[in-house]
């Protein structure tokens, strides 16, 4: 970190928000720290002689007069081998190093570099002496982990040509090669520093055309969202959003996974630190952690820190997806993020907005899901970051500030029910207020890798469940004996649905993930039975004939009997599903 200097005098604090008499010049957003603790802050705001501080630790014992000192650039991360597997802070200070040394809480003002400056990586070189690079250039790479090779990219806006580059073992902060520039040699090592808040550049964005394949079913068949796209999951209290973005982070196809925990109950993520380093990934089956990156800030936490967490994970997430990454963000929660925004306006004292939020809500949800997306990014290579942002509206009132500005820069709207929570059914993803806008383009991704007829048997299904719902208002004023046996089929086959495709044990070994051709399987021969049921009552049969097939308690308990590699299984009881009218 660059030396600081006393750039001015603590004036008034209001507790997070610090404003000081300035000394010398200072820019908006630098990094600021308060105090002899030299507490970190950022510059928010700076008029005439005064600027206003927002500080990421506790305020207590700051008083009239302390110096604020400035280090001339902005609040920034560092990137680099490393930041796999490991867990930080909002501002990104490395908890387990932390621990080593405070143990059980975080002394005020503490500083450790984010990358061990003693580990060396061995670095291999791929480019060579006098070679013209570029922005973006892949200079080399590190294997990282077993699962993910970090590629070292020439940080923008440096361009020239080789004068050396080595081969060897290196710590983050030794030179590993020296770029001719315009202006000079520029040492180049494997440790860079990115400002949160300035979205990394990209040679120009792609259409996001393959889908993020998660092994729930809900959300693969129902409303896919894609690698690159912006989903909001917004629930009440116990609705279980954590429970979503958990299940995402271990079983979904994206090569990293940014986990931020901002703003929640610390027993949440006390439950992501002890089980993350526990699990195998699916793919690898390597612990898990060799894909990960946790952020954790929860409640008790410092609450302007929520504000830094949520641009630290997705500057982390940019620099993977500029290697040629597909990151997923998890921002569990971006209601938390915004109640900060809120506390920090109040005391800044700026005119509110609805339900007291600051005026700038939107725009700030706005910069922040515009930063995902599928890009040709500058070495050449696609690279794709997803955020999936779970919003906490309270008393789970959709009508929120917060959810319907996020409404309004997202694509896919995952609504978790209360109802469906209360009863158990997980995911509690409600298919009546939940949507996608990328069926169109994954849609055909479906079709052609998997299987032609994916849409129109999704359709089939939506079709089915929309019937149901209005046949459920029909039966709360007449009774369910008052329908014919054909809407009670109806009513039957949509039951089945939800509790055999719908609903997922994520503590079965066999039905907490499922793959898309078990998934195809498992919608078509519930499809086709409600196809074939329907024309055998046609035929004078009656609905309690059709529930004593043998064929119907096998898809009831399909989900825990076959697995994903017993595709086989499921051929057979599709074919028995195709003799029904035989």
């Known amino acids: 970190m660059k030396k600081e200097n006393i750039i001015g005098k603590v004036r008034r604090v209001n507790g997070p928000v610090v404003m000081g008499e300035v000394i010398t010049s200072c820019n908006m957003l630098d990094t600021a720290q308060v105090g002899e603790e030299h507490l970190i802050g950022e510059i928010v705001k700076i008029e005439d002689a005064i600027i206003t501080i927002q500080v990421y630790e506790d305020t207590t014992l700051i008083r009239p007069d302390d110096p604020i000192y400035g280090i001339g650039m902005p609040l920034s991360v560092e990137l680099g081998p490393g930041l796999l597997g490991n867990i930080f802070d909002g501002i ?76 060897g073992e290196f710590t983050v902060e030794e030179t590993i090669a020296r770029v001719e520039t315009e202006t000079g040699t520029e040492e180049i090592s494997m440790l860079q520093k990115w400002p949160i808040r300035k979205p990394r550049p990209v040679r120009d964005r792609v259409p996001a055309t393959a889908p993020l394949i998660t092994g ?13 796209g912006c989903c909001a999951v917004p629930g009440g209290f116990g609705t279980g959003k954590t429970l979503v973005q958990q299940q995402l982070a271990k079983w979904s196809n994206a090569d990293i996974i940014v986990y931020i925990g901002c703003g929640e109950r610390g027993n949440e993520m006390t439950d992501v630190l002890l089980s993350f380093p526990e699990l195998k990934d699916p793919a690898s089956d390597l612990p898990l952690m060799n894909r990960t990156i946790l952020i954790a800030n929860t409640s008790n936490m410092p609450v302007a820190a929520r504000e830094a967490s949520i641009y630290t994970g997705i500057t982390i997430a940019e620099y993977y997806r ?67 942002g779970a919003v906490s509206p309270p008393g789970g009132d959709f009508s929120e500030p917060v959810t319907q500005h996020t409404k309004r820069f997202i694509r896919t709207f995952w609504a978790l029910d ?129 529930k004593e097939l043998d064929v119907y308690k096998k898809i009831l308990r399909m989900k825990f009997n076959y697995s994903n590699d017993e595709l086989d299984k499921y051929e057979t009881l599709l074919q028995q599903v195709e003799r029904m009218l035989s």
């Not at 509110?352 to 070495?379: D, I, Q, V, W």
């Not at 089929?489 to 503590?507: D, T």
Request: proline share 5%; hydrophobic share 40%.
């Open 322 to 388: 500029d290697m040629g990454y597909d990151v997923a963000v998890m921002a569990d929660s971006t209601s938390r993020w915004a109640e900060a925004l809120r506390e920090l306006s109040g005391r800044m004292e700026e005119m509110p907005a609805e339900e007291g939020f600051p005026p700038y809500l939107a725009t700030r949800l706005a910069e922040f899901y515009e930063r995902a997306g599928k890009m040709n990014t500058l070495s050449g290579q696609n690279g794709s970051v997803t955020i999936i």
């Open 418 to 546: 209360r109802h469906l929570a209360n009863e158990r059914h997980y995911p509690a993803i409600s298919w009546i207020d939940s949507y996608s806008e990328y069926l169109d383009t994954i849609g055909k991704w479906w079709d052609e890798n998997i299987d032609p007829q994916w849409s129109l048997f999704r359709s089939q299904i939506m079709e089915l469940l929309q019937k149901e719902v209005r046949l459920q208002q029909v039966i709360k004023l007449v009774g369910a004996d008052a329908l014919p046996d054909s809407q009670k089929f109806i009513v039957e086959s949509c039951r089945m649905f939800k509790n055999a495709f719908l609903q997922q044990n994520a503590f079965d070994q066999i039905d907490m993930y499922s793959t898309v051709k078990r998934q195809l399987f498992m919608l078509k021969i519930i499809v086709r039975f409600y196809q074939h049921g329907a024309e055998l009552l046609k035929r004078g049969f009656t609905l309690l004939q059709i």
């Open 216 to 228: 729930q079913r809900v959300i693969d068949t129902l409303f896919p969202v894609a690698k690159g």
């Open 92 to 167: 990104q200070r490395p908890l387990e190093d932390i621990q080593k040394i405070h143990q059980f809480f975080i002394k005020r003002g503490t500083q450790l570099p984010a990358l061990d400056r003693k580990k060396k990586w061995s670095f291999a070189p791929l480019v060579k002496k006098g070679e013209n690079v570029k922005p973006g250039t892949v200079l080399g790479t590190v294997q990282e982990t077993k699962i993910i090779t970090h590629r070292i990219i020439l940080p923008s806006p440096l361009q020239g040509k080789i004068k050396d580059i080595k081969k």
